[in-house]
């Protein structure tokens, strides 16, 4: 079983830059995808990014693209999401996930992922 922790989060002006990064505990293997959501009260969870762990591919919402980037170090088995330019809009609780998944219908739907981290708390000011 794998677990995440999850760590980076805080507050920071808009415009700003924030890099969150999620550790695992348990194998990761090759076939994992790690995606990465967020959640504000009363909304449900929505899809931020997403990288296959053995890499070449990564998924960005139309929101963050070009803004976020998603990477992952195999040798320290932990995957970052870096944020750059901050919105207030991006003021959300981040979570990381990873399932065992090879295909690319299912990475945009926190269903489709097994384990989760436990969030942190983002929040981009005015």
């Known amino acids: 079983q794998v677990q995440l922790l999850e760590s980076g989060g805080g507050l920071v002006q808009a415009g700003g830059s924030l890099r969150l990064s999620c550790a695992f505990s348990?194998?990761?293997?090759?076939?994992?995808?790690i995606g990465w959501f967020r959640q504000t009260p009363g909304k449900e969870r929505e899809f931020v990014a997403a990288?296959?762990?053995?890499?070449?591919?990564?998924y960005y919402s139309n929101s963050v693209k070009g803004r976020f980037t998603a990477t992952r170090d195999n040798g320290r088995n932990t995957a970052h999401l870096q944020m750059n330019s901050l919105k207030p809009e991006d003021t959300a609780v981040y979570f990381c996930?990873?399932?065992?998944?090879?295909?690319?219908?299912?990475?945009?739907?926190?269903?489709?992922?097994?384990?989760w981290g436990q969030g942190t708390q983002v929040t981009v000011s005015s």
């Open positions: 990288i296959r762990w053995s890499g070449g591919a990564d």
């Open positions: 348990g194998r990761i293997g090759s076939n994992y995808v």
């Open positions: 996930a990873a399932v065992p998944y090879s295909d690319v219908r299912g990475i945009f739907s926190p269903r489709t992922y097994a384990e």
